[in-house]
């Protein structure tokens, strides 16, 4: 394979959804510790285009994409436990691509109850787990607020909080109402009705996974010495003090949460949800045009890559 070429989206530089360029690249060769992935779906997520548009910074030229599923064509040295014809998913950098490699270390076996776009949308799961409990905690009877709670990090944690025996509100469109409380929450607020903070008492904890004003706007609704939990921006550290609560990053990525979160796939604990299926990489800038601007949806954007 080492002279091939294959399709990749590039990108040359920051901008919006035209940035993206579907074009030859040579087949990457995994290092050690490393395996070669066909990918068949590869998740498209927020930070895509946040990178794409470089609010957050890159080298460039890069091959967007943060997570995927695929099959494994070569093994690397020194990488037990995953061999050629194995289905896995995980972290893949430049997951728009027909082939990536990813260390081996970030990569499941992908459970046979999944379908590959279902595999490729499990990235929300590792950041719920890691803010939930690696940095808050959460224990058994606590209140906490969800923000988001069909989204694609908001969906896991709804299902997380709940396992862990949480009260769970949920914030959402009133047409996923229902699915927010299939998933386990034990109140769903309609946050579009009427602001948030008028239809709850507060909690010990909420989880932001939205930004913007909501984030100054939850501390009114966190108990005092409570604690909110960001993953997309930090709340006015003055308005948290008068408040009497703590308010913390919740984007920790630790392999111990993948961990967790792939046990809980396999025994079906927890689900992955997709909202779309994008069918090709020529339809990248689409994908990333609907995660930006796709209006109410329930579940994780995916785009299919190849087929098994
Ligand atoms: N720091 C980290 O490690 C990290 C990791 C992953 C994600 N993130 C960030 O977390 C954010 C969420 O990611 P995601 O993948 O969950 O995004 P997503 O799937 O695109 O979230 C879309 C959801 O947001 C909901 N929503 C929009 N405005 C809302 C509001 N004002 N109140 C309540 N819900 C609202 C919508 O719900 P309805 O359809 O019900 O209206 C929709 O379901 C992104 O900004 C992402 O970049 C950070």
């Not at 050629?84 to 995980?90: A, F, K, L, N, T």
Request: hydrophobic share 45%.
């Amino acid at each position: 394979m080492r002279n091939l070429h294959i399709p990749a989206i590039r990108v040359h530089a920051y901008g919006a959804s035209d940035q993206l360029f579907l074009e030859e690249v040579p087949v990457p060769v995994p290092a050690k510790d490393e395996v070669l992935l066909k990918i068949v779906a590869s998740g498209v997520n927020p930070i895509d285009w946040k990178i794409r548009e470089g609010m957050m910074q890159h080298p460039l030229p890069f091959t967007p994409g943060v997570e995927a599923s695929g099959v494994v064509t070569a093994v690397g040295d020194g990488v037990f436990g995953m061999k050629i014809g194995d289905e896995v998913y995980g972290a893949v950098d430049g997951s728009y691509a027909a082939y990536a490699v990813a260390p081996a270390v970030q990569l499941y076996h992908k459970p046979l109850h999944l379908s590959f776009e279902e595999a490729a949308a499990m990235g929300g799961g590792k950041t719920a787990w890691g803010a939930l409990f690696d940095v808050a905690k959460l224990t058994k009877g606590q209140r906490i607020l969800i923000h988001a709670g069909a989204g694609g990090v908001g969906l896991f944690a709804v299902q997380l909080a709940f396992n862990a025996g949480a009260y769970v509100i949920a914030t959402a469109s009133a047409e996923n109402m229902d699915f927010v409380t299939s998933l386990g929450a034990n109140e769903v607020i309609d946050y579009k009705a009427a602001p948030f903070e008028t239809q709850m008492s507060p909690v010990d904890i909420v989880f932001d996974t939205v930004g913007g004003e909501t984030t100054n706007r939850s501390i009114a609704v966190v108990k005092p010495g409570g604690l909110l939990l960001c993953i997309v921006n930090m709340p006015t550290p003055e308005k948290v003090e008068a408040a009497g609560i703590r308010a913390l990053w919740g984007g920790t990525k630790t392999v111990t949460a993948m961990k967790e979160i792939d046990k809980l796939l396999h025994k079906e604990l927890i689900k992955p949800y997709v909202r779309k299926v994008f069918k090709s990489l020529s339809h990248a800038a689409a994908a990333q045009d609907y995660s930006q601007n796709g209006g109410p949806g329930r579940g994780k954007i995916v785009l299919r890559i190849s087929e098994e």
